[in-house]
């Protein structure tokens, strides 16, 4: 065990850990944070998705001792107590079903959308490839993510 | 707002210390000991355990239900502010806590709306009735004369003569008493409104949940830390059906955040005090397994000649309706095939977790159970402990679609908790929850076909064979495989079912068996079948409206023409025109897709990409779909991609047509991945698909390009005062896998008879008939 410091979501945070530990581990039960969720641990689905210097990032195979840059969270994208239009465009389209895979999937087309504003639907179906739903809501996330767009996300 | 707990607590129902479901239904704040109990359960003949009015003139629905994540929640709450005259958004609903609300069996089987909607209905018509009665003796009108909306009563004669509900009774008790048999048909004497008086029902509010399901403040069960909890995690046998010879403890104990090695017959799990250090730890335990000196089952590859060899555990009498064997041997044609599906996991996006208390000698669980009522029971029965000392607090988790209805993980954290003497955290990892969640049964089935010289269809003969035995319950304490592994066995192994086509084709001979097979391994077995989002229908229907278009193709008729035709043949209807409904639902599918009728296959197109077209319709209790699919095969690589799904449904009722239509459409593309993708392979030791990439799930980049959904609600009868709802969810995934197979057929000529329909299973079919 060792003193870490992290920079999640604006806030400094020093935790007394095993610095090998993935970095998913030390936001849901040190920090609190239960945006990025366990999925597969194997970085496969993207559940735990978080950004990471502007890279949408898997959390729960990143050792916490590599993370280099601010974390920002899915409880870290609203700003100012108003959601992202990413979050917005989300409700509107009634996206979720049982939401456990949402943060990676709103996570994973932040970073798309911050890299490219204006994604055609091919970009966004090759950049959304590896974030999986089990209760399928592609249709509705694709959809959401163009509504978003249009608004500039 | 006065939440019910407290409202219960200070009219001295119930004393506890603990806020279980707050206005939304997410987790309240959790205290640092769980008072002693007992917890008995909500009484549902008292008007009182479903509906509490807010002195603010608001209220709160109780319902003994879970929502698996498609907004059943936020129907209840549409159809409980309907019958109760109050504004949608003036409502909140609380779900499935078995101390909380009453017990309507969690979910399930598509019935939320269908069945347990009724007595919700009906006990907020009776609130309503009860409140106008009230509002009668205050202004001393009769209750007739008077006028209600949005929770406000006027006198139709004065309208300075108003009263809110919340002025009525806010925080005050009903003390009405219900009747009814049973949880179902709980009723007082008020009427529920008729369809043209709704106001509420048949529009789409926002699902309530959604908002913190994006903005990262939901309340999952995944997420509950309670003070002095440890985390646990399983050891799994590394053979199906190894026996425990040693543990070496010494090999994790001097690890930090050592607790425990918690072992009992077969069933190993670790405790540490932090969540990394027990995974750390499962794969540094030393223990000794025996193999088991036969195989558990054969391999996936030789599992479908396994079952077509094996004598059946159960075999019903087949059904026959006229004189098959005269129809076959009087044909002009005889068809015959035979299809294949494999088994299929759940495959939860996150895998079993829950969390238990232990403290003052009762136990709480904390668990996304879709039936958390009877995990209260098994729980209660499998640690020896009254029924009242134990109790399930229901929280949002990811959907398994059946899965969790032998909720493993709650009885592991509830019977570590009890060893330990501290609250737990059981989590299971992506590979354990991929070998070895409740399965849908694998099917291998023979059908045959008689067409007279007209193409008419004169003799089907169906036989189907599932290994389906030793199909798991609901939570019972000895089929959970904790249970199983500790080596307790229930009387007798569950039979387990075969299932039968589900369609209104008027065929004048049929011959319909089904038989159940068993795989050598019945318990402690990672091939264990549950309900896998209607257990048997996609199986059914895929070998049965597959083999539906063969005969159409044998018959050169158009396959929509060919069903319409069997449809129609009869002019018998049963008493909720199911058969009318499906004629509906076949034309409207045809109607919206666009359908050019023609024989299949289409005649072969040049180029790499060839497109097809192709129909299947079922339907499960009242609701009837029919589905189309059009894809892209790809020549080189034979890769299928479905572009465009059309899908015309029939539940009767809608209560929310928003929610409906995303029902419809992920319900589709889950059945579009088992079409696609799924399958649970294994060598004759263990399973081997253990995570995304050995059982592959449907991606974005299949996403179709368009998804049309006709709700079709045809109730042919103007004489019928209402229609019923009827349960929306199920259905759709029925007939998904054969309206592609069809459509690969119509593009290409292949027809392909086993799912799941991967590039490499395609391209050899191609190759080999040289496409």
């Given amino acids: 065990m060792s003193n870490v410091t992290l920079k999640v979501n604006g806030k400094n945070h020093t935790v007394d850990i095993d610095p090998s530990t993935p970095l998913l581990y030390i936001l849901r039960n040190d920090l609190e944070l239960e945006g990025p969720r366990f999925g597969c641990g194997l970085g496969q689905c993207g559940a735990c998705t978080v950004i990471i210097g502007g890279v949408a990032t898997r959390s729960c195979i990143t050792p916490t001792s590599s993370v280099r840059s601010e974390v920002t969270t899915l409880e870290g994208i609203s700003q100012n107590g108003r959601l992202h239009p990413l979050q917005q465009a989300w409700i509107d389209e009634q996206v979720p079903a049982c939401g456990f895979c949402q943060n990676g999937q709103i996570m994973t087309a932040k970073a798309l959308l911050d890299k490219t504003p204006k994604p055609t639907d091919a970009q966004i179906r090759e950049g959304m490839a590896r974030t999986l739903c089990r209760c399928m809501t592609y249709f509705r996330i694709q959809a959401a993510i163009k509504r978003a767009a249009k608004v500039g996300a | 707002m006065t939440t019910r707990r407290k409202f219960l607590k200070q009219s001295g129902m119930l004393v506890v210390t603990f806020c279980a479901a707050g206005a939304a239904g997410a987790a309240g704040p959790l205290a640092a000991q769980v008072a002693a109990g007992p917890y008995p359960d909500p009484d549902f003949k008292k008007l009182d355990s479903w509906i509490v009015i807010h002195e603010n003139n608001t209220a709160t629905f109780y319902v003994g239900k879970t929502d698996c994540g498609q907004g059943t929640g936020t129907a209840f709450r549409q159809m409980m502010a309907d019958e109760l005259d109050i504004a949608y958004d003036k409502t909140t609903c609380v779900m499935g806590s078995t101390d909380v609300t009453v017990d309507q069996g969690g979910s399930g089987g598509s019935d939320a709306i269908q069945t347990d909607g009724w007595p919700m209905r009906r006990v907020a018509a009776e609130a309503r009735r009860v409140l106008l009665d009230m509002a009668a003796t205050r202004f001393s009108v009769p209750a007739d004369q008077l006028n209600v909306r949005d929770a406000v009563v006027t006198a139709k004669s004065d309208t300075t003569k108003r009263v809110t509900y919340g002025e009525l009774i806010g925080g005050k008790r009903f003390n009405v008493a219900l009747t009814g048999n049973n949880v179902d048909a709980t009723t007082g004497v008020a009427k529920v409104k008729t369809v043209q008086e709704f106001q509420i029902i048949g529009t789409s509010p926002q699902r309530y949940d959604i908002p913190a399901k994006v903005d990262g403040t939901m309340k999952w069960a995944t997420g509950v830390k309670l003070p002095g909890m440890v985390h646990a995690r399983n050891v799994k046998p590394p053979f199906a059906g190894a026996k425990l010879i040693r543990i070496d403890e010494a090999s994790v104990r001097f690890l930090p955040g050592f607790v425990r090695v918690v072992s009992k017959g077969n069933y190993v799990a670790v405790v540490f005090e932090r969540e990394e250090q027990a995974i750390g730890a499962v794969r540094l335990l030393k223990v ?190 000895n089929t959970v495989l904790i249970a199983q592994l500790m080596g307790t066995r229930p009387a007798r192994p569950a039979a387990g079912g075969a299932d039968r086509p589900s369609e209104m084709y008027a065929i004048p001979n049929r011959r319909t068996a089904s038989a159940v097979v068993s795989m050598p391994l019945i318990y402690e077995t990672p091939l264990r079948t549950g309900n896998l989002r209607d257990p048997n229908g996609p199986q059914v229907a895929f070998a049965s409206e597959s083999f539906i278009d063969e005969l159409a193709a044998a018959a050169k008729a158009d396959p929509v023409a060919f069903r319409m035709k069997l449809l129609t043949a009869s002019q018998t209807d049963d008493a909720q025109f199911k058969r009318a409904r499906s004629i509906a639902c076949v034309k409207a599918a045809a109607d919206a897709f666009g359908w050019d009728a023609r024989v299949s296959p289409r005649p072969r197109a040049s180029g790499n990409i060839l497109t097809g077209r192709g129909m299947a319709y079922s339907f499960r209790s009242q609701t009837v779909v029919a589905e189309i699919a059009e894809v892209e095969v790809n020549r080189t690589t034979g890769h299928v991609w479905v572009k465009r799904l059309v899908c015309a449904h029939d539940c009767g009722l809608v209560i929310n047509p928003e929610a409906l239509k995303r029902t419809i459409e992920n319900g589709m593309l889950h059945s579009l991945s088992r079409a696609l993708y799924e399958e649970v392979q294994f060598d004759t030791e263990k399973v081997t698909s253990v995570d995304w990439l050995t059982h592959p799930t449907l991606t974005h980049t299949d996403t179709p390009a368009k998804i049309d959904i006709v709700i079709v609600n045809g109730d042919p009868n103007p004489k019928r005062p209402d229609l019923p709802q009827y349960g929306a969810g199920e259905t759709v995934c029925k007939p998904l896998m054969a309206a592609v197979a069809n459509a690969i057929y119509d593009a290409t000529g292949v027809r392909l008879r086993r799912v799941p329909f991967r590039d490499a299973r395609v391209l050899a079919a191609l190759k080999s008939a040289a496409v």
């Fill in chain 2, 288 to 477: 000794d397994w025996e193999k088991p000196t036969t195989a558990p089952f054969p391999s996936s590859e030789d599992l479908h000649k396994y079952m077509r060899s094996a004598t059946p555990t159960s075999q019903g009498n087949p059904a026959v309706i006229g004189n098959p064997d005269t129809a076959f041997s009087s044909a002009a044609k005889v068809v015959e095939a035979e299809y294949d599906v494999p088994f299929q996991g759940h495959t939860a996006i996150g895998p079993a977790h829950a969390t238990a208390d232990p403290s003052n000698g009762q136990m709480t669980i904390y668990s996304n159970d879709m039936k958390s009522y009877g995990m209260r029971n098994g729980v209660a029965d499998f640690l020896g402990m009254p029924r009242d000392k134990v109790r399930v607090v229901w929280m949002e988790g990811p959907q398994g679609y059946g899965r969790t209805a032998a909720d493993d993980a709650g009885f592991e954290a509830a019977y570590i908790a009890k060893e330990v003497g501290r609250p737990v955290r059981m989590q299971w990892m992506r590979g354990e929850e991929t070998a070895w969640d409740t399965k849908g049964p694998a099917y291998t089935f023979k059908m045959r076909g008689a067409l007279d010289a007209q193409g008419n269809l004169t003799a089907f003969d169906y036989n189907a064979q599932a290994a389906d035995y030793n199909h798991l319950g609901y939570n019972e304490p």
